[in-house]
């Protein structure tokens, strides 16, 4: 089973900065891919940005250039580094991981609790 400590979000005005992160421990053979989900309000979940441990990345359209997601295998973290934010940015951030149990040797897949971004203009 694997935990995931999700950490930033807050408010913050169009234009500015905030960082998410997201710690992942517990019991696995490997974490394949990490990343950062958001849903705002009467929308679906959507993909925001995610890496392999291979260190590929995928951003959606809508945050390419204003969004760096890292990740650091060694410390099994991911953050998600958010600039020039705007309202449209306001949601919860969910952190998303796809490991390998450690017991049961099968792919599976942990969210956080979400987190929540507010940006206001």
């Known amino acids: 089973q694997v935990q995931l400590v999700e950490s930033g979000g807050g408010l913050v005005q169009a234009g500015g900065s905030l960082r998410l992160s997201c710690v992942a421990s517990?019991?696995?053979?490997?974490?394949?891919?990490m990343g950062w989900y958001r849903q705002a309000p009467g929308k679906q979940r959507e993909l925001v940005a995610s890496?392999?441990?291979?260190?590929?990345?995928n951003y959606a359209d809508s945050v390419k250039g204003r969004f760096t997601i890292s990740r650091d295998n060694a410390k099994n973290t991911v953050s998600l580094y958010m600039n020039s934010l705007k309202p449209e940015d306001t949601a919860v951030y969910y952190c998303?991981?796809?490991?390998?149990?450690?017991?049961?040797?099968?792919?599976?897949?942990?969210w956080g609790q979400g987190t929540q971004v507010t940006v206001s203009s």
């Open positions: 517990g019991s696995f053979l490997s974490i394949n891919v």
């Open positions: 890496a392999t441990n291979g260190g590929s990345t």
């Open positions: 998303k991981v796809d490991y390998v149990s450690a017991t049961l040797r099968i792919a599976r897949t942990r």
